[in-house]
């Protein structure tokens, strides 16, 4: 079992460090701390990882660096996949923000009691992290596809008259106060008429 671990752990490094020595512009910073330094880029990453999750541990203002972790790469890779011609990137980022919005709602009904776990802001990240992570298993497509998905298939079509109800329903009262805006200013209009030529 602990060789199966550590066989694991040394895999994830290999890839994060082959990631590390892709060209962008976070390893472009990187690669000159390593030429400054002398530390490789992946102990500096390791240890940056190692930061943050201790800060979201005990830090001040934990909620908002795991929202900022949690939106800004899922937003950056989305930008990428709107302009790029596949779609299977596009789906992708999709999923994940489809996890993320369902989590957010939850999360806004719970939030009295989420405060009392300990070290929340750090689960939370890890949980984001993992959702939005590089890898075919990774947890927006799980959580959609076991979860979500599922649910909203079984009342899609329920949504789906509520939905048109509440289209509807916008629809009528928008005419109607367009009706009683046109009503208003016409009777403006000719109110100061009246007051000008009296």
């Known amino acids: 079992m602990a060789q199966a671990v550590k066989q694991n752990v040394e895999e994830w490094k290999a890839k994060l460090d082959s990631a ?22 992946l102990h500096t990453a390791l240890g940056v990882i190692g930061f943050l ?16 972790i949690g939106f800004l790469y ?31 709602l939850v ?21 984001l992290v993992y959702c939005f992570a590089p890898m075919s298993w990774n947890g927006s497509l799980t959580i959609y596809n076991r979860v979500i998905r599922p649910v909203v298939l079984k009342h899609q079509k329920k949504i789906d008259e509520a939905l048109d109800k509440a289209k509807s329903t916008a629809k009528t009262v928008l005419d109607e106060a367009e009706d009683i805006a046109r009503e208003a200013s016409s009777d403006a209009i000719r109110k100061q008429f009246e007051t000008k030529f009296d």
Request: aromatic letters at 24%; hydrophobic letters at 45%.
């Open 53 to 68: 999750a201790f800060y979201l541990m005990v830090g001040y203002g934990a909620d908002f660096l795991c929202n900022f």
């Open 107 to 127: 999360e806004f009904f719970t939030d009295i009691f989420l405060f009392w776990i300990p070290f929340y802001w750090f689960f939370k990240c890890v949980f």
């Open 20 to 41: 590390l020595h892709e060209q962008n512009c976070i390893t472009n910073v990187l690669e000159k701390i390593e030429t400054k330094t002398g530390v490789k880029r």
């Open 74 to 104: 899922p937003a950056y890779c989305s930008i990428k996949a709107i302009e790029s011609k596949e779609k299977d990137d596009d789906t992708k980022w999709l999923t994940y923000w489809v996890v993320y919005s369902t989590f957010h």
